[in-house]
C-alpha cells in the first residue's frame, strides 16, 4: 500500500480554520497528517500546568474527518520556563558559546535533567493520546543532528563522557595507550581529568575524536531509546518512528533505528544540490530537478534503517528557506519525487507542509497552500499522485534485495574526519559516486551496514570502511560475493592506529595488498592510471601497495610510474587510489561483469528501478525519453515515451 501525508500545525492557524484544513486534506486524497513536535510551550505553559483542550479538539477534527494522526514528542523545542529552570540543558558549542533559548533543538543529550524531561513530557503525550482511536502512529523528537546539535561540549557532557570512557576502557592505562597518550605527553592519571576535544591548540588525538564522537552517538541512541520505551507503554501496538535527515552521518542511524520500528527522513533535495560539492556547471544542469540519486540514496538508505519499512516524513512541496540559495524546483517535481519514493521502497509520503506560514522563520518555505489558502503546485501535483496510485496493484509489495551492496559505516565516516590528510577528502561524495555509477547502470543498491548479513549480494563495495573490522572479512570471505575494497580500506584499528600488518589490516585475507605510503593530492596533480589501453586522470587519494595479487590497472605518472593501481585475485580486488568520473565508470563495468550482474547504459537523466513485480523508468530531464519497456509489459502509468520529469510503470 502507498499513502500520502502532510505535516500540519493546528496552533499556528485559528481554529475556525481547521475544519476545512482537514476536509481539504482528506478530498485532496491524503490518509496522514503529523502534528505536535513544536507544541511544548502550548501544551505545558508552566510545569505541571497542561492546556491539552486545544490538540484534543484538533485531533478529533482530523480523526473525525478521516485522517490517520502521526503524533510527535515535543522534545526538539524545549520551553523558556524549562530552560530558565535548569540552564545547564543548553548545548554549549565547540567555541565554548552557550547555544541559546529562541529557536529550536537547544539541548544537550548528556543533561540528565532535559532527558527526564524529554521523557516525561513525551509520557503525557502517550498517556493522553496513546488509545486515541485517530493516533496511529508516533514520532520521537524531531530531526536529531539538524543544525549540528548531537556534539555538546558542555560540563554535564564532559562528566558523561567521562563515564562512558570508564566503561570502555575499565583503567587510565587502556585509555593512554588506545589514544597514543605518550605522543605529546599527553597521559591522563584519572578518568576524572578526561577533557572534551574542542577548544586545542592543535587537532586532538583522533582517537580522542573518535571515542567523542561514539560518545555523542550513544547518547543519542539513549535519549531516543528512553522516549520510545515510554511512548510504547502507554501507546502499545502504535508503530514509533524518528524523522531522520538526509546524509546526517553524526550519530549511528543503525542503532537509532534498531529501536524503532520504522524510519522516516526528511527529503529535501534542492537544498541537497545546493550543498552538495558538485561543480558549478552540473548543479546549473540540475538546479530545478536537483540530483536524481539524492533522494534515491536517502530512500535506500532509510529503507536499511527501518528495516525494510520506510516514510518521507518530510517531502519538499517548492523552495525552501535554508539553503545559501532557495530555488524553485520544476512544475512535476514533487509528483516524480513521490513516485520515486515509493519504488525506492517508502510507503508513506507526508509532504512538509500543509500551509505556508505567515510569519517566524519559515515564511519563504513552500506548503501544498500559499498563506492565504489558494492551491500552490505542489497541491496540483499531490492530487495528481493522489488518483495515479489507483493503478497500483493491491498489496504492498516491498523491494527484493539488490544484487549489489554498498556498505555505509558511520564509525569509518567520524574515522575519516579525525584524520583528514586531504582538504577535499570526502566520504559523502564517494559513496554517492559509487551510488549515481551503479544507478547509471540500471542497477538497483543496498545499503548495507557492517553488522549485516552479504551472504547472498553477487557484489559488495567498500568505499571507504576505514575502521579495520575482522568479522566484517570473515563474513565477506564466507560468502559468494565479490568484493572491491577502496584505498582506505582497514587502514586503522578501531583504536585509530595503523594496524600490525599495515592496511588494508584484516582485510588482508581477502587480497594480498600492504599499502606502503598514501599520498593526498589535489585535483591539478596531473597523474593518471592506465586501464585496459586506456588513460584516465586521477588525483584526491593515491596509494603505493606492494602486492602479489594480479596488477589490473597501473599508475602514469612521473612520481612512482607503474606503479599497481588495482589489483586483485578471483574473490576480491583492491583500488589504491579514489576512482572517480570516467575511471570510475569504467571501473564499475568491469565489477558489473566480473560479479556476473546485468548493465545497461542509461543517459544522464534517466533511472529505472524495480519494486516487486513493478518497473519504474522516471525522466529527469527536459527532452522526452525512449524507455525499452518489453513488448509482452503492461503499462500501468505513463507510456514508453516518457515526457520531461514524467515516468513510466510497467509490470511483465
Ligand atoms: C613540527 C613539530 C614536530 C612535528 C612536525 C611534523 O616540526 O615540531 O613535533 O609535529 O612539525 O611535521
Ligand atoms: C526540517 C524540519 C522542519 C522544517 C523543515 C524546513 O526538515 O524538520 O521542521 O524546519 O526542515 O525545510
Known amino acids: 500500500m502507498f499513502e500520502l501525508g502532510v505535516c500540519y500545525y493546528p496552533e499556528q492557524w485559528p481554529e475556525h480554520m481547521w475544519q476545512r484544513d482537514a476536509q481539504r486534506m482528506v478530498e485532496l486524497g491524503l490518509s496522514w497528517v503529523r502534528v505536535g513536535e513544536f507544541a511544548w510551550s502550548l501544551l505545558e505553559e508552566e510545569e505541571g500546568v497542561f ?100 556534539h555538546s561540549y558542555s560540563e554535564n557532557a564532559k562528566k558523561a563522557f567521562q563515564r562512558w570512557l570508564a566503561v570502555r576502557y575499565q583503567t587510565i592505562e587502556a585509555l593512554n595507550d588506545a589514544w597514543g597518550t605518550a605522543f605529546w605527553s599527553m597521559k591522563y592519571n584519572r578518568f576524572d581529568q578526561v577533557e572534551l576535544p574542542n577548544g586545542l591548540v592543535e587537532e586532538p588525538s583522533p582517537t580522542h575524536l573518535l571515542d567523542y564522537q561514539r560518545f555523542a552517538s550513544d547518547e543519542v541512541v539513549r535519549f531516543n531509546r528512553a522516549q520510545v520505551d515510554v511512548v510504547r507503554k502507554y501507546a502499545p501496538g502504535r508503530p514509533v518512528t524518528h524523522n531522520f535527515m538526509g546524509h546526517n552521518v553524526d550519530f549511528d542511524h543503525y542503532k537509532v533505528g534498531d529501536d524503532l520500528d520504522f524510519a522516516s527522513w526528511d527529503s529535501y533535495p534542492m537544498g541537497a544540490l545546493v550543498h552538495s560539492r558538485m561543480d558549478d556547471q552540473e548543479k546549473a544542469r540540475l538546479l530545478r530537478t536537483g540530483m536524481p540519486d539524492q533522494p534515491a540514496f536517502n530512500n535506500d538508505l532509510y529503507r536499511r534503517i527501518g528495516q525494510g519499512r520506510a516514510w518521507i516524513m518530510e517531502q519538499q512541496p517548492g523552495p525552501v528557506n535554508w539553503a545559501e540559495h532557495n530555488q524553485s524546483p520544476h512544475d512535476g517535481m514533487v509528483r516524480l519525487w513521490t513516485w520515486l519514493a515509493f519504488a525506492h521502497g517508502i510507503d508513506v509520503v507526508c509532504y512538509f507542509r500543509w500551509r505556508q506560514s505567515r510569519f517566524a522563520q519559515e515564511q519563504f518555505h513552500a506548503g501544498l497552500l500559499l498563506p492565504n489558502d489558494d492551491a500552490d503546485q505542489a497541491y496540483y501535483e499531490v492530487a495528481q499522485v493522489a488518483k495515479e496510485m489507483a493503478v497500483l496493484p493491491s498489496g504492498n509489495a516491498g523491494r527484493a534485495p539488490a544484487r549489489v551492496a554498498l556498505v555505509l559505516d558511520y564509525a569509518s565516516r567520524w574515522a575519516a574526519g579525525s584524520l583528514p590528510q586531504g582538504a577535499d577528502y570526502s566520504s559523502a561524495r564517494n559513496m554517492m559516486n559509487w551510488y549515481q555509477t551503479l544507478s547509471a547502470r540500471g542497477v538497483d543498491v543496498d545499503i548495507v551496514g557492517p553488522q549485516d548479513d552479504m551472504a547472498a549480494y553477487d557484489l559488495v563495495i567498500l568505499p571507504d570502511v576505514i575502521l579495520e573490522d575482522g568479522d566484517l572479512a570473515e563474513k565477506l570471505a564466507l560468502s559468494k560475493a565479490k568484493i572491491y575494497l577502496s584505498a582506505r580500506t582497514g587502514s586503522k584499528t578501531q583504536n585509530m592506529h595503523i594496524p600490525d600488518n599495515l592496511p588494508p589490516g584484516e582485510f588482508a585475507r581477502l587480497v594480498n595488498v600492504k599499502v606502503k605510503r598514501v599520498e593526498s593530492l589535489p585535483d591539478y596533480c596531473g597523474d593518471h592510471i592506465e586501464l585496459d589501453g586506456q588513460n584516465y586522470p586521477v588525483g584526491n587519494w593515491r596509494e603505493c601497495i606492494e602486492s602479489d595479487e594480479a596488477i589490473l590497472a597501473r599508475f602514469k605518472s612521473d612520481h612512482r610510474d607503474q606503479s599497481p593501481a588495482l589489483v586483485g585475485n578471483d574473490k576480491c580486488w583492491y583500488g589504491a587510489a579514489n576512482f572517480s568520473g570516467a575511471l570510475l565508470d569504467v571501473l564499475v563495468d568491469k565489477l558489473l561483469l566480473w560479479a556476473g550482474v546485468p548493465a545497461v547504459q542509461l543517459s544522464a537523466d534517466v533511472r529505472i528501478t524495480q519494486r516487486g513485480e513493478l518497473h519504474f523508468a522516471f525522466n529527469f530531464g527536459d527532452r522526452m525519453a525512449e524507455i525499452d519497456v518489453p513488448a509482452e509489459a503492461e503499462i500501468l502509468l505513463g507510456q514508453a515515451k516518457v515526457a520531461p520529469r514524467d515516468l513510466v510503470i510497467w509490470r511483465i
Open 51 to 150: 492546556d491539552w483542550a486545544w490538540l484534543d479538539r484538533a485531533v478529533d477534527i482530523l480523526g473525525t474527518a478521516g485522517l490517520k494522526v502521526v503524533m510527535c514528542t515535543p522534545s526538539a523545542a524545549p520551553p523558556k520556563w524549562l530552560v530558565d529552570q535548569h540552564p545547564d540543558i543548553l548545548p554549549v558549542a565547540a567555541d565554548g558559546q552557550v547555544r541559546k533559548f529562541g529557536a529550536r533543538r537547544h539541548y544537550c543529550f548528556s543533561s540528565d535533567i532535559y532527558r527526564e524531561h524529554a521523557v516525561r513530557i513525551a509520557a503525557e503525550y502517550a498517556k493522553r493520546y496513546g488509545a486515541n482511536p485517530f493516533v496511529q502512529a508516533w514520532q520521537i523528537d524531531n530531526e536529531y543532528g539538524d543544525h549540528d546539535t548531537i
